[in-house]
């Protein structure tokens, strides 16, 4: 997709975004994204309570929630200037780790195409990319591992709860042992 097209999808979010009456901040960022199969996608950067997304993340979040996971092109624009820039090398880094396959996606500016393997730790990529299995068919295996990771620690935690049953019984009887003695030394007079 050329860099006319793509940044026209970008203003027209920041369009959307001013009709709605969206406070702007100078540092806000919109990521338009066309995906391997032409489709379009956009995100807005944000803050929540776990720190600033960049919009490109934001972008890839809604382009993966739709079943696609490989970038063409990518238009990243201040809000406030509408200046194409070029996406962090974490952001790029956190595309390849995505889809190996996002290591042939470039960003555009008005005079340029930028590959992501100059933006980019490529070796992030490299290990799927030279893998003999197609990109689709690991991407399971990264979905099983979170379920698995969250499933050892619910365990873990489980464990230790009922290793605890015995200590929290001992502990009971040790307190019931101490209030009896309060009570004959307090009402051992009468």
């Known amino acids: 997709m050329t860099f006319e097209a793509i940044y026209k999808q970008a203003i027209e979010v920041l369009s959307k975004l001013a009709e709605e009456n969206k406070v702007r901040s100078p540092d806000e960022t919109i990521c338009v994204i066309c995906s391997r199969s032409g489709k379009i996608y956009s995100g807005v ?6 720190g600033h997304i960049p919009a490109e993340r934001v972008a890839l979040g809604s382009m993966v929630m739709s079943g696609e996971t490989v970038i063409d092109t990518l238009v990243l624009i ?5 200046m194409a820039i070029l996406p962090s090398k974490d952001s790029i880094n956190y595309f390849f780790t995505v889809n190996a396959e996002n290591i042939n996606g470039k960003a555009v500016r008005p005079n340029q195409e930028i590959p992501f393997s100059q933006i980019g730790d490529v070796s992030l990529a490299a290990p799927a990319a030279g893998a003999a299995a197609p990109a689709a068919e690991a991407e399971p295996e990264k979905k099983a591992a979170p379920k698995n990771l969250l499933l050892d620690r619910v365990n873990s935690l489980m464990d230790g709860v009922d290793d605890d049953d015995d200590d929290d019984e001992e502990f009971l009887e040790e307190l019931d042992k101490g209030k009896d003695k309060k009570k004959k030394k307090r009402f051992g007079l009468f």
């Open 78 to 82: 201040n809000s406030t200037s509408r």
């Open 45 to 50: 950067s944000r803050s929540d309570p776990t």
